[in-house]
């Protein structure tokens, strides 16, 4: 098993097998590359560009993509994927940062939600395409992908979104078809309180049946702007990463803020010994022995 994370700043944090910077998030501001990282690139995604093209939003009948849409639960503002010239700067970013990194892992590749996209554009290429509702989405998802891939002569990991069931009529997203070019896939878990591992872990093994190829569970640790109590315990944590890891998944990735924070992480995880102990039936001995090369570097 590899152990990695993902954070908001160009700093490596030791004890981690991979590392992937941010570097553009769903607030849509851009970094740099780092030579030393991976790079993580939220791709529909982007607050940023929304502002300045709100026109350039997904549509659906019960309106935009938006965070202020209570209809839908969105975290960000979401573009729509036919964009042309969105679609050109993306795929050039994506190009550009796999020539400065390690490699590239894209998140929010997908159609926002059921319902979207039905702008004019997207009604045109649909009626188009002579394909089904769904099976047109799925192409427009994977034609991306398959673009990004060509792109990108690294390590290529693809981010889907944590529904096993319904991502195909959801979001466009075919797992089967985008194993086709991702080299593995990063799903998020993510929460604030893992006050109830047993789901995590549930999903966490529908992931590793269903897909072909490595699967990479991204668990919380501390996100942009949340105070101490608004973060999951390290109880939380550790008993849902060894939970997540002995159903069979590749890896675990971390998702902090800063350096500062995920060594904050990793000095309370070697402290809370007594909580280690109490873990070691549970049959996620990687995650353990993370712990216990921590306890080396910290």
Known sequence: MKFGMFIYEPKTVEGFDLQFYRIKSERGIVG???????????CFGDNYTVSQHPDWVSISK???????NKKYNFRWDILCPTNKEYLAYILNLIEDCS?????????????ADHGFCICKRCVKEHKKSGLDWFEWRKQVVNEFIKNARERVKKTFFVGLLPDPVMSYQR???DFDSLAKYAEAFVVPHFSKKYATPWYFETSARAFKNI?????YINLYVHGPGDKPNEVPTVKELLTTSVRVARTGVDGIIYLTETAKRMKAFQKAAVKDVKLREELEDYGGKPVLDLIDKWEKIV
Do not use: C, W
Not at 32 to 42: K, L
Not at 99 to 111: A, P
């Open 32 to 42: 740099t590359p780092q030579e030393n990282m991976y790079t993580n690139i939220a």
């Open 62 to 68: 019960d309106g935009p993509a938006l965070r202020t």
């Open 99 to 111: 020539q400065k990194s390690q490699g590239i892992s894209v998140s929010s590749i997908h159609f």
């Open 171 to 173: 979001f466009g997203i």
């Open 211 to 215: 897909l072909k190829k490595p699967v």
